[in-house]
């Protein structure tokens, strides 16, 4: 995820990536687990809802972790996180609804929203490199 | 907005992370700063006044001032 500096961020970026890892390891295994469960025992709709969004709430520590490591900041390094999330949500937001025109008119294959959170991920660290080379 | 955080802090022998650690933010914060490309807060301004203690106009001046005096 956002790499971050020496002094106030070092730490920061230090315990984003433990708790990041952490988290992202219990949602991996709820999903896995999840979706065995769901192809192996055939539950119910309603159960197989519940199991199918059961992994969220790990991947809310994510979400957690983030607002963790945003506060930990100093105030140069939170404008810098600040502009690359907003830069992150445009892409994502723009780069999906371009994605889903190409679905619906040019037949392009369907892709899971699953991805969609990941794909942020990976635009907002890209997006922090890019917002730090004006300040180098 | 201009400042002499460079100056000042070549004066006292301090390094960018030296002067990073006094104010606790990044060292990347102290560059930001020193090269123009980011102005502090008015909390960070006053912080950055009590470590060299020196009132805050001998750091920091309005562009159009410090081109007035130039």
Not at chain 1, 21 to 48: D, H, N, S
Request: proline share 5%; hydrophobic share 55%; aromatic share 10%.
């Amino acid at each position: 995820m956002s790499n971050c500096s020496e002094s106030a961020g070092k730490p920061a970026a230090a315990r984003l990536f433990r708790d990041m890892f952490g988290a992202g390891m219990i949602y991996l295994t709820a999903v896995l687990g999840a979706g065995l469960a769901i192809k192996g025992f055939a539950p119910p709709q309603w159960l197989a809802a519940l199991l199918a969004v059961a992994p969220i709430a790990p991947a809310l520590l994510m979400l957690a972790a983030q607002l963790r490591y945003m506060r930990a900041l100093d105030e140069f390094q939170r404008g810098v996180q600040s502009e690359a999330v907003l830069i992150a949500a445009a892409v994502i937001a723009f780069g999906t609804l371009a994605y889903g025109q190409l679905e619906d008119m040019a037949g392009f294959p369907d892709l899971s929203m699953m991805w969609v959170f990941p794909a942020f991920c990976v635009v907002w660290s890209a997006a922090t490199l890019f917002v730090r080379l004006r300040y180098k | 907005m201009r400042n002499r955080l460079k100056v000042l802090r070549a004066e006292r022998n301090w390094s960018q992370a030296d002067l990073a650690d006094k104010l606790d933010v990044s060292r990347q914060s102290v560059n930001a700063i020193e090269t123009g490309k980011y102005d502090p807060s008015l909390p960070l301004a006053f912080k950055i006044a009590a470590v060299f203690s020196l009132p805050i106009e001998q750091i920091f001046s309005a562009d159009e001032v410090a081109q007035a005096a130039e």
